[in-house]
T-cell receptor
């Protein structure tokens, strides 16, 4: 039982490049979330999903897109990376309220 | 005003000390409250839920005051391994069954030998 896994763990992008972050969970949770964490800001919700095939915007969705084609996977896409998107990205899954987090992806945009 | 506010600290305490963290939330309709722990460069993990009647788990005690919209976490007999950032978490207003949570920015605790 791996819990929540994230790929990749680290990435450096140049401004304008695109990439996809993958989140996978093996706990059969309905809800999944993408957060970013910046110093002094706490965790901020980017997008979330309440079930396979559904997605919704969170607090800071601009510049990101998501897809949940399979229940166990939640993908976060950056279409045209900007330096303001330099952050640590956490994925989480939840059966209802308690959220289980992945180890995070450290992204630097130059 | 932030939806969930915490004193960021850091709190520097000696081993064995008792330390208390406070948190205030702005949405009086919030129903669910938690404390999460985050170690340096790691992911947050649930420490404990907070119930209206207060609850205790070993050296940790959490309390909720709905009238004042205030949550607290008390750690007794601090250990070096308690050094971490403690996140106050509240469910989001109008979140229904989406499970959306609001995270405070965290309070950093450093326990010294």
């Amino acid at each position: 039982n791996a819990g929540v896994t994230q790929t990749p763990k680290f990435r450096v992008l140049k401004t304008g490049q695109s990439m996809t972050l993958l989140c996978a969970q093996d706990m059969n949770h309905e809800y999944m979330y993408w957060y970013r964490q910046d110093p002094g800001m706490g965790l901020r919700l980017i997008h979330y999903s309440v079930g396979e095939g559904t997605t919704a915007k969170g607090e800071v969705p601009d510049g990101y897109n998501v897809s949940r084609l399979k229940k166990q996977n939640f993908l976060l896409g950056l279409e045209s990376a900007a330096p303001s998107q330099t952050s640590v990205y956490f994925c989480a899954s939840s059966p209802r309220l308690e959220q289980f987090f992945g180890p995070g992806t450290r992204l630097t945009v130059l | 005003r932030k939806e969930v506010e915490q004193d960021p600290g850091p709190f520097n305490v000696p081993e064995g000390a008792t330390v208390a963290f406070n948190c205030t939330y702005s949405n009086s309709a919030s129903q669910s409250f938690f404390w999460y722990r985050q170690d340096c460069r790691k992911e947050p993990k649930l420490l404990m839920s907070v119930y209206s009647s207060g609850n205790e788990d070993g050296r940790f005690t959490a309390q909720l005051n709905r009238a004042s919209q205030y949550i607290s976490l008390l750690i007794r007999d601090s250990k070096l391994s308690d050094s971490a950032t403690y996140l106050c978490v509240v469910n989001k207003k109008g979140s229904g069954n989406t499970g959306k949570l609001i995270f405070g920015q965290g309070t950093t605790l450093q326990v010294k030998p």
